[in-house]
Structures are given as C-alpha cells and as structure tokens.
C-alpha cells in the first residue's frame, strides 16, 4: 500500500498526528506494535496510574476523612483485584476509543512491528512472523519510550519492578521501596500508600521531582510524609537484591555510609529511556544520538529529509501533551501550514495528592538567567473552598518579572492543580501580566481564587485573604 | 484653511494617472506654483503644482494610481514658513514609543538617513542586516547596517549619535535616496541603563507601549508566519495592543513602496504562491532575487542581446607550464610567498596578445571606439551571493608574483564580500576559469561594455599527434568570446593562437616574441 503519510507508534503523539493527517486530507497508516492502539500513556502510563490514583484516593478519604465529614463506615477494605479490573475497564474504553477514531478518519491500523526498509517504506512484521511491506511519501517515528534501569539492577518483574508491573500488583505490598523521587514514583507510591504500604523512596538528588521548582519538591514531601513515606534523598543506590519474599536495596549516603533498606518490593522508577528497539532506522538514515534519541532539528525532521520524529523518542520533556502538539506541528507542516510550539509553556503535572502543576520558568532557572523578578504566594490553608473539601495542603505560587510584571512561571502545588494550570498556560501565552489575572473575575468559592490570589500577592503584594 | 488638490483633467480619453514621485513631502512648506510631484498617465508624465503656499500633506504615496478628480494632497494655506518644521516634528511625536525615549540628552532633533550615493551605476540597494536593533542607542559613526548593492556590500555608518530608529526593514530594496533610518539625535554620552529604567517607570501602563504590545497570540502568530508578515507589521487590537486572531486574519503584507509602478507588480507575484495541501517532491521555495542576481541577469542578457558575440576555440599544451611550476614552484614561493598558479601565466599571455590585437581590448562607446594602451584585466570570481569581476589593473606592468597576490588579495575580498565598486569597476578584458569547477568546453559571454573574454577550462590528459607519434598531453581547451562588431574573425582567432603560442612555450613571454 502506498501511503501519504506512515505514522509508526500509537500513543498519544501518534494517534494525534495520524488523525490530524486524515483531517487535511492525507491518505494516512498507524503501525503499533503492541496488540491495542494508545502506547504507553493510555495502556500503561497516565491513564491505567490516573484510574488507580483515583480509587485509591477514593479509598484514602473513605478511611480517614470520611469520620470528620460525618460518614461512618464499618468494615472499609481494599478489593485490589476490583481495584485492578476496573482500572483495566477504563483502559479498554479508552483503547477502544481510539480504534473508533482510526475508523472514523479512515486511518489505515496495521498491527506489527513496523521497521525501515528504506526512507520511504516500512516493513510491518506481525506476531505470527508473516509480514508486509507499505509506503509511505512522509514518516513520523512516535515509537515513544520504555522505563530505563541501572546497569546493577536486575528488573525481574515480580519483585523488582517498573511501572508497568506496579499497574497489575497481585497484592498491596508491606514496604514499597522506590527508587527514583520523580513523577512515576511518587504517583505509584502515593497508590500503594494510600491503601497502607509503606513506601520508601531512595533519591540521588536533594528533592522530589527534582526538575521542577524546589518549592513543589519541598511541599510535596511534606504531604507525603504525613502519607507515612519515608525519603532516603541524597542517596546512591548500589545495589539492589532480589532474596525471595523480601529485597534488599543498598545506597549510600551522602556521607558515604552504606545504608540498606529491606522491603518485600522495589519499584524502580529512574526515567524513561527513547525506545527505537526493532525501527532499523539506520536502513532509512535516520541519525540516532548516544542518548538513544532520534536526532531532529527545529522542525521534528531528522536526517533524513520525509522522516520527522516526535514524543518521548526525541529531545524534551517526555509528555504525552507535548507528543500530541509534537504530532499536530508536524503533519500541520507537512501541508504547507507553519505551526509553532512554545516549549516553555507546556505544562507539567503531577498526580499525587496534593497534585503538583508547573508551567513556565522555576525560580532556580530565573536566577540562573539573571532575570530580576517578583514572587506571590497563596496557600490553599487560606482558601474557603479548600478548607470546605479539607484539601488544605500546599500553595500555588507566581513569579511575575520585576518590572513589566509579566508572568514568567506558575508552580502549583495542592488540590486539582493539574486542571487549574490550564489557565495560568493561557495567561503565558497571551503574555498576561499577574495584575491582569488579578483584575479577572474568579468565582467563589473555587480553588481557582487561590491564583488569583497569588497574583495579587505578585503584583504589589496585596493579596486580600491573607 | 485646507486647499484639496485634485488630479486634474490632463487630456481626454486620461482617466487615471499614476504618482511618479513626489518633490515635496508631507509637512514641506510651499509656494504657489511649485512644482509638488510627478504624474504619469499612459500616455504622458506631467507635473503638479501647488495651487497655493501653504503647509503640505499627501494623501497618496508614490506608486499610488488615482483618478481624475481624486484628492492627491492637501495644503494647509494658514500655515506659514516657519510652521512646516515643528509640523513634522509633531508628527513624530505622535508616536507614543518615541515620546518615552526620550532621555536627558534629547536634542528633539531628528536625522533622517537615506541610502547615500554609492556608485555611478547603482540605483537601489537591499537592506542587508541591521546591526543595530530598533531603539539602541548609537555612536556617529558607528556602523549600523549592511548594505547589498548589486555590486558589492556597504557598511552604513551613523550620521548622528543618538536613538536610531528603523524605517526600512532587512530584505527591503531601496532607492538610492530613499529612507532608511531615523536617528533622534542625543547629546554627551549614551544614555545610562539606570536612567532608563527610570523613564520606563514613569510611564503610565496604559498608553499602549506595555511589553505585551504587539504580541501575537498563539492562533495569530501561525496565521502571520504563513502569511509570511512580521508581527511587528500588525496593530494589536487586544489588550495592551496584542495581536488577535481577528488582527492577523485582516493584516497585509506592508506594501512595498518602489517609486515605478512596474516594480510593483514583481512582489505581488511573489505573495501569490500558496503551500500544496500534501507536501512532497514537488514543492517548490520562492525567494527574492538579490539585487546582485538582479543585475547579473540584467548584464547577461544584454550582453547576448546587444552584442555580436561568437566564440572561437583553440586547445594549449599545458605541459610546458606544469613544468616550469614544477620547477620553480617551491623556490616562488619562498621567495614571493604566494603560490605559483596559472592565472599570472594567462594574465601576462592575454597582455602581450592584448597589446598585440588592440581591438580585442577595446570598446565600444556610441559611435566611436575606445583603444586602451593599458590590460585592466578582470578575473571572474564566484562569491557566495554570485558572480563578481574584480579588476587587476595594469596587469602588462606587474610581475608574476605581483599577479599571483592580486588574484589571492581580490579573491579573498570577493568570497568575504569585501570588494568595493572600485575594485570592481572599469576592466578592459575578462579572463574566467570554468575548469575549477571541472568545465571542458564552455562559451564565456562578454562581460559589457569589454568585448572579448577569455575561457579556461579543465586540464585533461589527451592522445596528441606530435610530430607524427601519439604523445599523451595535459590538454587544456580555450575559448575566446568576442563582440564581432569590433573585433574581426582574424583578430580574435590570430589572438587566441598567439595566446596559446606564449602559455605552450612561456620562454617567449620574457622574450616579448
């Protein structure tokens, strides 16, 4: 068959891209290896984590804030394997959903790894091992990421495991250690506690989820704490051991002691990887860096002139939001249309409860460029609404530039922040200043007044209920 | 009071004039019957006259095509002489981010620079880079910009110290005379980043110069890049003057201004191409020819067109060269430091043939020809904007070093683009070297108003007949380009063979036989 446009790799970037492609008129294909379409976020990433992280919320309140509300309950108890089948649900309907969008937009489905020929034609080779050939004008590489590992760790999928495994435990585990503060093992973390597993997270850095403002990092430890997690930061693991029941993982400190934590699971949760395994993207010359990224220039294309790349397989921020506006860009400029993406305005967000919400600079990074700026802090301890859903942990703090009072960076920390960021993406991107957000209407009682708040404090530090 | 001046009536079936240019501009002061600006008709250029003295305001630019009857511009017949200077200045004020730069040391004046003069041939120039950005402060004389002439690259250097402030942007073509700049002339030193601070302090947030003024919003700025207009182009609408969606869907591409009304067809060409839907193979890229590709088509064709070219062939035995370099190369070079090549070799053959066959290195002007006693000799160089002709001069009197630096000194200015219209200008015979780029055989066309060049090609070794035994050469074709309207057939062919005769034996260069 011979296509305009060959997407390889479902997820988010992929299916968005394809589906984009079909709307402007192109004759497009999805290769996906697996046997259901939606990659990694939807099959084993955000959607399956999301779903866990909502019951086990549901769960967390039932057991300890339900009393305070006015809510007896006898005999709460976790059913995992329930807990387990109807995150499963959730991620059919969606899977199934997106087979439904191939339809709709005529978008031709072929299961199997797809692999280059040469830069025009894709070798599609199915699990039974018979395969076919299709080609293609252009080419998107959405082959997305895998989690990556330590050289010394052995992943064995029963007791140490990645985040896939942690979305279908058999059991809640007594002692969870994470490896790794980031996003996936505070949010996998925060499931298993939640339901009473205590948790343990040995982290080389000096906070959680290091890459975004240190301020979130702090907050957030603060609230998982309370959660009964343990933090081992400045800590190099070096080895971890699998001894049956129980697992032992050694790091040391920063002062160079050797500390052991045993616990009867290990989730390792260091980062994800670009994954290219199978693509022969040398056949098509398609340059691939040593960080095993597929090489691109400004506009997604890699070296090879109808092959673009796009997600978690190329530079930045491995999200499934900024794959899918990745995928958009590309087709939008394969059809004569000339896109553009603001990186630094793509939002990040982070499920734990509080959650975490980030979108533009951090103040670490605003040092770093020497930019003078202002900065307004709420904390939702203030905010009615918050107090009326007992959510009261965390603040959402503003830096706005000390002289034009523009809003450089939003960091959010507290109860559905990961909605509330939208609006302060919006502001960026129309370059609002943090009065201007202060002079909008914000309804009562909401969450969202906490930012507003927080903009009164950032333009002359007069926030008015605080 | 206003006086309205309309096109008037200038013949009967005249229902439409175009504005050739104007001699007055808006806010001169003038007097009756002076002659304000040129109109065209198809049939005739006639002038205007002010019907009044008075202050003057157009109400149509140059270019600008009106009917009979149309206002063309205003006189403001209550102002006097003295009025007409404070009406511009005025003028500029109106813009508000004007008004908060001004500092301490503001004069209120403000220089207009417009492109200089910079060669006799040279009618526009394109606005290469601007080295200094919109609203820096600049020295006098410092340079603030680069100039593309069709020949070579000027720097612009301030006329004033001051605040420049950009009129035309990178990429336009302007007129020799035409506006580029205007610099709000400062006094003492530039002004200290404190004292700016200040001023932007002062400034109420409200008058329309907030940081965010002219930021495109997102669906705005992808409608504008494919529109291919720059933001700065667009009056935002929105808020603090953002630019809206609405704002980008009704913005145009600042019409271009050349003062012929054919010029302006060319751009709107060039707006026209619209992306395919599916890209592939078949896209095509539009860009503007530069001004120096502009003139090289020009020149090119004018010389096929005006001149009774044709060329003549004749092959050099390159071994006698190769030799003497082989030779002599290493000791040239430590003596001279510069490499022995093959252009001093050519350039001296072409001298003694020049001086031989005068015709060959004349031209001609109107109805008389023009001997010259001396070889300018022009090298034809490939630069990165395009071909350039840099001239040696006296090449009969120089030596073979003095050629040899010559060639590296003006190669070297060319490639950098450093060559002024000096170095460019004049030349009585052109020498080009195709075989750098691997040419066999090749027909050089004449580079005007010279009328002969000479054409070197590659050096390939060939099977020769030599005194009756086949001998492999290193064989070199040469081809000489000629008007026949000066030069004779046994001329430009006795030329070529005596060419050929001095580079196969280089003794009878020394000898002069």
């Given at each position: ?23 402007l ?6 290769v ?7 990659g ?30 006015g ?60 395969s ?48 790794g ?39 957030l ?17 070096t ?60 506009h ?76 307004g ?9 918050a ?22 960076g ?5 109860p ?51 | ?16 004039v ?23 008709s ?22 600008d ?20 200077a ?24 403000v ?27 600049v ?5 603030i ?12 250097p ?17 007129e ?31 008058n ?19 529109k ?37 067809k060319a ?19 539009r ?20 001149t ?6 004749n ?74 002709v840099?001239v ?6 120089l ?13 070297t ?9 000096e ?38 070794e ?27 057939g ?24």
């Amino acid at each position: 068959m011979k296509y305009d446009l060959i997407v390889i790799g479902s997820g988010p970037g992929g299916y968005v891209a394809a589906i984009r492609g079909a709307q402007l008129g192109m004759k497009t294909a999805i290769v996906e290896k697996y046997p259901t379409l939606g990659g990694t976020c939807l099959n084993v990433g955000c959607i399956p984590s999301k779903a866990l992280l909502d019951s086990t919320e549901h769960y967390h309140n039932a057991a300890h804030t339900f009393k305070t509300h006015g809510i007896d309950l006898k005999d709460l108890k976790v059913n995992l394997k329930q807990m387990i089948a109807r995150k499963d649900d959730v991620v059919k309907q969606n899977v199934d959903g997106i087979q439904y969008l191939m339809k709709k937009n005529k978008i031709d489905v072929h299961q199997g790894l797809g692999s280059f020929v040469d830069k025009n034609t894709i070798k599609v080779t199915k699990d039974d091992g018979k395969s076919e050939e299709i080609t293609g004008k252009n080419i998107i590489i959405a082959t997305g990421s895998k989690p990556s590992s330590l050289p010394f760790i052995e992943i064995d999928k029963k007791r140490i495991i990645t985040s896939t495994e942690a979305l279908k435990m058999n059991e809640v585990p007594k002692h969870m250690i994470v490896i790794g503060g980031g996003v996936i093992g505070m949010e996998l973390g925060s499931v298993y506690a939640r339901m009473g597993a205590k948790v343990s997270v040995v982290e080389f850095m000096d906070s959680l989820i290091p890459s975004m403002d240190k301020t979130m990092g702090k907050e957030l430890q603060k609230s998982l704490k309370k959660l009964g997690f343990e933090f081992y930061l400045k800590h190099k693991v070096t080895a971890v051991k699998n001894r049956g029941k129980e697992v032992t993982v050694t790091a040391e400190n920063s002062k160079g002691e050797a500390v052991e934590v045993k616990g009867d699971y290990v989730l390792v949760s260091i980062g994800r990887r670009p994954y290219t395994e199978g693509l022969n993207a040398e056949a098509a010359g398609v340059k691939i860096n040593d960080r095993g990224q597929v090489e691109v220039d400004e506009h997604l294309k890699t070296s090879v002139d109808n092959i673009y790349a796009i997600g978690d397989v190329v530079k930045g921020a491995m999200l499934a939001h900024k794959a899918e506006e990745e995928g958009v860009l590309v087709v939008e400029q394969l059809a004569g249309q000339k896109p553009h993406i603001n990186y630094n305005l793509i939002p990040g967000v982070v499920y734990t409860w509080p959650e975490v919400a980030a979108v533009g600079l951090t103040e670490e990074q605003l040092k770093e460029k020497g930019i003078k700026y202002k900065t307004g802090k709420f904390p939702f301890m203030a905010s009615g609404r918050a107090r009326a859903s007992m959510d009261t942990d965390g603040l959402v703090k503003v830096l706005a530039d000390a002289s034009t009072d523009e809003i450089l960076g939003v960091h959010m920390i507290g109860p559905r922040t990961a909605d509330m960021i939208a609006e302060a993406v919006v502001a960026m991107e129309y370059r609002a200043s943090a009065e201007d957000i202060a002079r909008m209407s914000h309804a009562h009682p909401t969450y969202t007044e906490a930012f507003k708040e927080a903009c009164l404090a950032a333009t002359e530090n007069r926030a008015l209920h605080i | 009071m206003s006086l309205e001046i309309k096109v008037p009536a200038v013949g009967e079936s005249i229902t439409e004039v175009t504005i050739g240019q104007w001699f007055k501009n808006s806010g001169d002061y003038v007097e009756m019957d002076e002659v304000i600006c040129e109109l065209e008709s198809d049939k005739a250029t006639f002038e205007l006259t002010a019907e009044a003295a008075g202050v003057l305001t157009t109400k149509a630019e140059a270019g600008d095509t009106l009917e009979i009857g149309a206002v063309i511009c205003e006189i403001d017949t209550n102002a006097s002489e003295g009025d007409a200077a404070p009406a511009e200045e005025k003028k500029e004020e109106s813009k508000p981010a004007e008004k908060t730069s001004n500092g301490g040391g503001k004069t209120g004046e403000v220089k207009d620079m417009v492109v200089p003069t910079v060669g006799e041939s040279i009618t526009e120039v394109t606005l290469a880079t601007w080295l200094k950005e919109d609203g820096d402060f600049v020295e006098l004389d410092e340079i603030i910009a680069e100039v593309d002439s069709d020949k070579a690259t000027f720097e612009l250097p301030a006329e004033a110290q001051g605040i420049l402030r950009h009129v035309a942007a990178e990429g336009d073509t302007l007129e020799i005379g035409g506006m580029i700049c205007k610099i709000e002339v400062v006094e003492g030193d530039a002004p200290s980043e404190s004292a700016g601070e200040s001023t932007a302090e002062t400034t109420p947030s409200s008058n329309g110069d907030s940081y965010a003024a002219g930021h495109a919003s997102p669906a705005a700025a992808k409608i504008l890049a494919e529109k291919g207009i720059d933001a700065k182009s667009v009056k935002g609408t929105g808020k603090d003057g953002r630019i809206t969606k609405e704002d980008a869907e009704k913005a145009q591409k600042p019409a271009p201004k050349p003062a012929a009304p054919q010029a302006s067809k060319a751009p709107a060409k060039e707006a026209a191409p619209e992306a395919p839907k599916v890209a592939g193979e078949r896209n095509t890229k539009r860009e503007k020819m530069t001004s120096l590709r502009k003139t090289i088509s020009k020149r090119l064709v004018a010389a096929k067109n005006e001149t009774a070219m044709l060329t003549t062939f004749n092959e050099v035995n390159m071994k006698p060269i190769m030799d003497l370099r082989k030779q002599y190369k290493e000791m040239f070079k430590e003596k001279h430091n510069v490499n022995l090549g093959f252009m001093s070799f050519f350039t001296k053959a072409v001298c003694v043939a020049l001086q031989e066959w005068p015709a060959v290195n004349a031209q001609i002007d109107g109805n008389e020809l023009v001997y010259h006693d001396f070889c300018d000799v022009s090298i034809a160089v490939s630069a990165p904007k395009g071909l350039v002709v840099p001239v040696i001069r006296n090449a009969e009197a120089l030596s073979f070093d003095q050629i040899e630096k010559e060639v590296v000194r003006l190669a070297t200015k060319a490639r950098d683009g450093k060559l002024t219209i000096e170095e460019m200008t004049g030349g009585t015979f052109t020498i080009t070297n195709g075989g750098i780029f691997g040419s066999m055989m090749s027909t050089p066309i004449i580079n005007q108003p010279q009328s002969a060049i000479l054409g070197m090609h590659n050096i390939v070794e060939r099977p020769m007949a030599v005194n009756g035994e086949v001998k492999i050469l290193p064989m070199m074709y040469v081809a000489l380009s000629y008007d026949h309207r000066i030069i004779d057939g046994r001329e430009s062919v006795s030329f070529l063979v005596r060419v050929k005769q001095l580079l196969e034996d280089p003794a009878r260069l020394l000898l002069g036989v």
